[in-house]
């Protein structure tokens, strides 16, 4: 096998490895914004909280880090209820921007609190299999990233189960189409919102965890992740679990490869001139509906 | 009726707009904004370097926030990547005055025009999109404008550019000061002009609009390259008062958040409401920076949180004085207003 | 209203008087205070250097305090110095060094962590004829400016890189092949094209030469393109966040080569907590270590310094402490040689300096950087920063080359 060859496949293994990470970040984003119409610019903050979550459960009480993804999850489920309910609900009729503005003094709030809580240390999570790897032929597929795209794809799995098969997933999808109508119908919109919001908070918290495993961990590093998730949801679609899985495993890819054949100072004009292509083409993205949600 | 009494009526109807149409209130503004011109024409020689750079870094915000609220406010279209703009303006002076060896008063045009063309050109792309979208496009453009200047040799790439070394300060301070007033200046002539009508009926309803027989898309295109042009004078302005920059340092995101929060706190659809913001929040931010070293941002997020639930429609609504009660009743209203309208 | 209103001159009545107070006990005390302006990050990117920094600048007042202050001619003067956090940010470093300058009224400037921040305040200090010892600014930008007034304690960019690849050079067997990696900002690129330009006069071929995004979390494909290539030699350039991604990412896609080296990382605490086993082998160039042996006034031995720094803050200081330490050190020699706080005879004093120190030579060239201290190379050998080049300062010998991942499972 040529070696050009080689560094494409093992790029395209890299690319869909960390594009697990990504969609994982992408799926709450995509929820929120998809159904509550929020854009959550502090996505990446909490996503950082997840990490820290999986740092210290690890650090403290020797917990495998893949084990401590529930309870980083349930921790930032009820976080975001609390949230939704005590304070986003002030402004979720607001105009997007309001919203925008809110999240964003969440995410100076808890980067900020982070950083006076935990300092700016640079923190990771280093376990036993944490070097190991699989040799598939001349490609290396690293142990931990395997994992964590085997988690994205059970997350995934899990959200879109919830979200077509349960009474709740229906609720929240009627909410999200017409919400005086669902309320007409006698679902406690306010309810089903906090519980929106606390189940893409619980994504992040995953996500965090997942995140932890494979990067350096510090207060700052959310922004990136927003970004990320930002460019998934729009590659992908708003409120589609495949959307966000999809998405997020594309701008793994696209990153990648720009990466590899540009160099890495090339990453985000590649990503994000094809999304502003995709904006323009398709401006619903690959699985998201037609239909504006609210404008 | 006959028809000449038909035309009678006909004739008494207004006039078309006059080239500026003068709202309610203007006189009282104008005298608001050339007391505090006044003012500021004045204050170098009476206070130290410090506070001249403090209020100059002022300005700058206040030519941000106003604007933004060309596009953002009064055009309804959230531009998050008003950076790109700063940005080009930065490095087109830059270049200009270290390559070009143009005084800074040719380059700084230079810069505005060239932001001004690339709004036209990536406007007629960007602005075909609605909200949320135009939102991440534009943030999208500046992070791709951004990288861009960084992987090019004529920017000095990563490693940043240095301007000439100017004199003294005071030439930012009033080079700042003009720019805010022609801000000001745009913001209370755009809706004023038959675009401004086109644009408010945009705002208002887009598709309508465009039954009515406006062609949305130039309009649109208008107000973006005015504000691209502006974005593109403050940051000309910064590169050469902070002598160095490097493509993180211009092409920032916080500019533009800062701007909006400014915007948007003092009242997005008025024209001295931004600028009045960017005093109020700016002066704040450095308050809080000298008394905690550690935690003046967990304030300032607190503080936006706060703002953005209990005033959402700006400092310049919840300070209207309604008839028949007192200030403090008339503050407690429209907070309670703004919650219950907000709310689910 | 009334209460508030009647409020007010009381407090401005106290204020009055603490102030009062407050001035009297200071007087009573007959000692001066010499206040010293550091805009130092406390927050943003460069948080964790900053306070390394910020140490080394305690460590240094606290000592010269301890006997006594800062004599210069008839006066003796107490050390404080004046912490603004800069956010990371150049601007707001620029803005508060003019604070520092103009509301502080401070009489010198310690310098700021960074190279952006320093060009910026450099300028500021030129404009006001302030003297500025730059204690962690490297980059060579800053003294080409023509600038008087600003001084650099610390060896320049350039020097990160020849002192590692000096140091790969003289193992053996000698390495033919290097990669380079760099952060795209001022002090890495610099760094960055002196390993370039060192290799390239040194008949080491360069292979790999590419620029990643400033805190980049992902460098799987840079480090799968340097592993296609096949380099002895990895030199990555950048600070601690993308230290901690390039070795992770050079376990986990097996990279192998015979030496690492960093720029910034291997030196602070955190890389070997958070790597683990993954760290060792690692060499970084240092501005200083522990080991080297030299003996100044104030703090005495290197050996000395080191033990009154672990003494205070529990652990081994890195070369981000002693730079500051030594930045403290060179002004307080400069105002005893000028005999007074005088700016400009305090300048002058700065631009006559030389001598050793714990920190090594401290000498200005004519541009206002010290390019006379020789820079040392280190290496992580098991879990600590030992000194492995050049040979006269050497705790230990290098381990070298570094074995294959698989063999080191």
Not at chain 3, 154 to 178: E, K
């Amino acid at each position: 096998m040529s070696p050009a060859v080689q560094i494409a496949l093992q790029n395209a293994v890299n690319g869909l490895l960390i594009g697990g990470t990504y969609a994982t970040v992408g799926l709450g984003m995509s929820l929120v914004w998809g159904v509550l119409n929020v854009i959550n610019i502090a996505h990446g903050a909490f996503v950082m909280l997840g990490a820290y979550t999986t740092y210290w459960l690890f650090t403290l009480y020797g917990i495998d880090p893949f084990a401590t993804l529930p309870i980083a999850g349930a921790a930032l489920f009820v976080l975001g209820y609390g949230l939704q309910r005590v304070v986003v609900n002030q402004v979720i009729r607001a105009s997007f921007l309001i919203t925008f503005l809110l999240t964003f003094g969440f995410d100076l709030l808890i980067t900020n609190g982070a950083l006076a809580v935990w300092t700016a240390d640079v923190r990771a999570v280093t376990t036993a299999y944490s070097g190991r790897a699989l040799h598939l032929g001349p490609v290396i597929v690293p142990a931990v990233r395997l994992m964590t795209l085997a988690v994205a794809l059970l997350v995934a799995l899990l959200l879109h189960l919830l979200m077509s098969r349960t009474r709740l997933g229906t609720a929240i999808r009627a909410t999200a189409s017409d919400q005086d109508a669902a309320r007409l119908m006698g679902i406690p919109i306010g309810h089903v919102y906090a519980l929106t919001f606390a189940i893409a908070l619980a994504t992040a918290g995953i996500a965090g965890g997942l995140a932890g495993m494979s990067f350096p961990i510090y207060p700052a590093m959310g922004a990136n992740f927003t970004f990320i998730g930002f460019v998934v949801c729009v590659l992908g679609g708003l409120g589609s679990v495949a959307g966000a899985l999809t998405g997020g495993l594309i701008f793994g890819l696209l990153t990648t490869y720009a990466a590899g054949w540009l160099g890495p100072n090339y990453d985000y004009i590649v990503a994000f001139s094809a999304l502003i292509l995709v904006l323009l083409v398709r401006p619903a993205g690959l699985f998201g509906r037609a239909a504006r949600f609210r404008g | 009726m006959t028809r000449r009494d038909a035309g009678a009526g006909l004739r008494r109807e207004p006039k078309r707009p006059a080239s500026l149409v003068p709202h309610r209130g203007d006189a009282r503004g104008l005298a608001v904004a050339a007391a505090a011109l006044v003012v500021a024409l004045v204050l170098p020689g009476l206070l130290n370097t410090y506070y001249v750079r403090i209020i100059t870094g002022i300005f700058l915000f206040g030519i941000l926030a106003s604007a933004w609220n060309l596009i953002g406010g009064y055009t309804g279209y959230p531009d998050f990547g008003g950076a790109a703009f700063i940005g080009i303006g930065a490095y087109t002076t830059g270049i200009l005055m270290v390559r070009a060896h143009l005084p800074f008063p040719a380059a700084l045009p230079a810069g505005c025009l060239l932001a001004a063309a690339s709004a036209v050109a990536m406007g007629a792309l960007l602005l075909r999109l609605r909200g949320h979208y135009f939102a991440i496009a534009t943030l999208g453009f500046m992070l791709v404008l951004r990288q861009l200047t960084a992987n090019l040799e004529l920017t000095g790439g990563g490693s940043g550019m240095n301007l000439p070394p100017a004199g003294d300060f005071k030439v930012f301070y009033y080079w700042m000061l003009a720019g805010l007033a022609l801000a000001v200046l745009a913001g209370f002539a755009l809706p004023r002009t038959r675009a401004g009508y086109a644009i408010a009926a945009i705002r208002e309803n887009q598709d309508a609009a465009q039954v009515l027989g406006i062609e949305p898309l130039p309009f649109k295109i208008l107000a973006y390259a005015a504000n691209a042009f502006l974005f593109a004078a403050a940051g000309g302005i910064y590169a050469y008062w902070l002598t160095f920059i490097d493509p993180p340092t211009v092409f920032n995101i916080d500019f533009t958040v800062q701007a909006v929060v400014m915007a948007l706190f003092g009242g997005p659809g008025t024209v001295l409401g931004p600028a009045a913001g960017a005093v109020i929040l700016k002066s704040l931010d450095v308050t809080l920076t000298n008394v905690s070293l550690f935690l003046h941002n967990v304030f300032f997020g607190a503080l936006v949180c706060a703002l953005v639930i209990f005033a959402p429609r700006g400092l310049a609504e919840l300070f209207q004085a309604r008839p028949g009660s007192g200030r403090a009743a008339a503050l407690r209203a429209s907070i309670r207003e703004a919650l219950q309208e907000n709310r689910v | 209203m009334v209460r508030s209103k009647s409020r007010v001159p009381i407090a401005i009545a106290a204020i009055i008087v603490v102030g009062a107070l407050g001035v009297t006990a200071g007087a009573l005390h007959g000692e001066e205070i010499l206040k010293l302006g550091a805009p130092l990050a406390a927050t943003g990117a460069d948080a964790r250097e900053g306070a390394l920094a910020k140490q080394g600048y305690d460590l240094w007042a606290s000592a010269v305090n301890a006997r006594g202050g800062i004599k210069a001619g008839p006066h003796t003067y107490k050390v404080q110095i004046v912490y603004y956090d800069d956010q990371s940010k150049p601007q707001t470093s620029a803005e508060l060094t003019d604070r520092l300058i103009t509301q502080d009224r401070v009489a010198f400037l310690l310098g700021p962590y960074g190279s952006p921040a320093t060009f910026a305040d450099a300028g500021i200090a030129e404009k006001y004829k302030m003297p500025m010892v730059d204690s962690n600014g490297a980059a060579a930008k800053i003294f080409e400016q023509g600038y008087k007034y600003t001084f650099g304690v610390s060896s320049p960019a350039a020097d990160y890189a020849a002192a590692m690849l000096q140091c790969a050079a003289s193992l053996s067997p000698r390495p033919a092949t290097v990669a380079i990696i760099a952060a795209d900002d001022l002090f890495s690129l610099e760094v960055a094209n002196g390993a370039r330009d060192w290799a390239d006069r040194n008949g080491m071929r360069v292979v790999y030469f590419q620029k990643y995004p400033v805190g980049a979390n992902d460098l799987s494909a840079p480090f799968t393109a340097i592993k296609a290539a096949g380099a002895d030699v990895i030199i990555e350039s950048g600070h601690l966040q993308e230290s901690l991604v390039a070795m992770r990412q050079a376990q986990s896609l097996e990279v192998n080569a015979k030496f690492f080296g960093f720029t910034v990382g291997p030196t602070t605490p955190d890389f070997v907590k958070a790597l683990g086993p993954a760290a060792e082998y690692v060499f970084a160039s240092s501005q200083w270590t522990p080991d080297v042996k030299y003996n100044g006034p104030l703090f005495g031995t290197t050996r000395q310094y080191s033990e009154a720094f672990t003494k205070r803050y529990g652990f081994e200081p890195d070369y981000h402490a002693a730079n500051g330490s030594a930045g403290g050190l060179a002004l307080q020699l400069a105002i005893q040689n000028a005999g007074g706080i005088d700016r400009q005879k305090v300048r002058d004093a700065l631009a006559a300096l030389d001598l050793v120190t714990f920190y090594g030579r401290i000498k200005f060239n004519d541009k206002g950087y010290n390019s006379y201290k020789p820079m040392v190379t280190v290496q992580i050998q098991h879990g600590k920063v030992v000194t492995v080049w050049p040979g006269n300062v050497a705790a230990a010998k290098a381990m070298y080359p570094t074995p294959v991942w698989t063999a080191r499972k």
